[in-house]
């Protein structure tokens, strides 16, 4: 069965530099969901598309923004990257809005960035 | 607001001993709960969830989890432990309506010994 796909699945950058994620939901899916994972560290909720508008927002910081596509990929822009930017980024996909015992979040792998 | 507790950090078993991770949720409702597992350099890979019914919810891999509403807990267990179960693994709730993001807690690292 097709799942979540990210690319890169690793990337290295320099402070102040530039980073894109992409992800693709699996087919049908039209709601997509960021998250972040810091070393040792639980995922956090950064954003949220259904229908390729924001559906929420979590702890994003203002250097990052994401939006997604028409055919519902979304991407993850962080500009002036930090060290603290260093962190396994997931993306999860679904279908709809709300739970049912259907809807269940599926995560990619995640793409990993190390900011050096 | 809602949030997760996983008071163990890090646990080590012996293969073929069972296994048993807590989890704790407060929440002003009965939210959906799930458990994920993360192996070393991978995604989450969903173990179970639990909406509403049975309280006793069968996963993948031979996991079970039981939602104890008094306790607020749903707690993970495995009667039998393999030496590929050693992983990460996460407990997370979600709203019951509307409001999809998760909330997951810390986790706790199983380790198996031979």
């Known amino acids: 069965a097709a799942g979540v796909i990210q690319s890169p699945r690793h990337l290295i950058k320099e402070k102040r530099e530039t980073a894109t994620l992409k992800c693709y939901p699996i087919?049908?899916?039209?709601?997509v969901y960021w998250y972040q994972q810091g070393p040792g560290q639980d995922p956090q909720f950064l954003i949220s598309f259904y229908e390729k508008m924001q559906s929420d927002k979590g702890s994003i910081p203002d250097r990052f923004s994401a939006q997604q596509f028409s055919d519902y990929h979304s991407e993850l822009n962080m500009s002036s990257l930090e060290l603290g930017d260093s962190a396994l980024y997931f993306c999860?996909?679904?279908?709809?809005?709300?739970?049912?015992?259907?809807?269940?979040?599926?995560f990619g792998a995640g793409s990993r960035l190390t900011v050096l | 607001a809602q949030s997760v507790t996983q008071p163990d950090i890090h646990i080590t078993v012996s293969e073929g001993a069972s296994l048993e991770l807590r989890c704790n949720y407060s929440?002003?409702?009965?939210?959906?709960l799930f458990w994920y597992v993360q192996s070393p350099g991978q995604g989450l890979q969903l173990l179970l969830k639990?909406?509403?019914?049975?309280?006793l919810v069968q996963g993948i891999k031979g996991f079970e989890a039981e939602f104890k509403r008094s306790q607020s807990s749903f707690n993970l267990r495995k009667p039998s432990v393999h030496w590929s179960d050693a992983a990460e693994y996460f407990c997370?709730?979600?709203?019951?309506?509307?409001?999809?993001?998760?909330?997951f807690g810390a986790g706790t690292t199983v380790t198996v010994r031979a």
């Open positions: 087919p049908r899916h039209d709601t």
């Open positions: 639990y909406f509403s019914g049975d309280t």
């Open positions: 929440y002003g409702a009965t939210p959906y």
């Open positions: 999860a996909s679904r279908t709809g809005t709300g739970l049912s015992g259907a809807n269940v979040l599926t």
């Open positions: 997370a709730v979600g709203a019951p309506s509307g409001d999809y993001k998760l909330s």
